[in-house]
């Protein structure tokens, strides 16, 4: 089985900035891209950043210039330092991993979630 724990969320004043961490355990083989989405209240999840297993980034429209996302392959590790947070980034934020598993098996798994609540 494999899990996902994030950890870093909370509450910020606009402007301020917030750190998220997601590590990756359990047995596979190897981890993919891994990525940051968010779902605010009343609306679809969405994409915030990705990050390939060679390093290639990407990130939402919205974010960009403000979000860095990293990861650490000997930690099993994803972060993404966000800095210069406004109010419309207050979201549930998850953590998703693609995972292969072996014998040409690969599938996402996902993180329970965390709050980031931004002031004005």
């Known amino acids: 089985q494999v899990q996902l724990v994030e950890s870093g969320g909370g509450l910020v004043q606009a402007g301020g900035s917030l750190s998220l961490s997601c590590v990756v355990s359990?047995?596979?083989?190897?981890?993919?891209?891994m990525g940051w989405y968010r779902q605010a209240p009343g609306k679809q999840r969405e994409m915030v950043a990705t990050?390939?297993?060679?390093?290639?980034?990407n990130y939402a429209d919205s974010v960009k210039g403000r979000f860095t996302i990293s990861r650490d392959n000997a930690k099993n590790t994803v972060n993404l330092q966000m800095n210069s947070l406004k109010p419309e980034d207050t979201a549930v934020y998850y953590c998703n991993a693609g995972v292969s598993l072996g014998l040409g098996v690969r599938r996402d798994y996902w993180g329970q979630g965390t709050q980031v609540t931004v002031s004005s």
């Open positions: 990050i390939a297993s060679a390093t290639t980034t």
């Open positions: 359990g047995r596979f083989f190897s981890i993919n891209t």
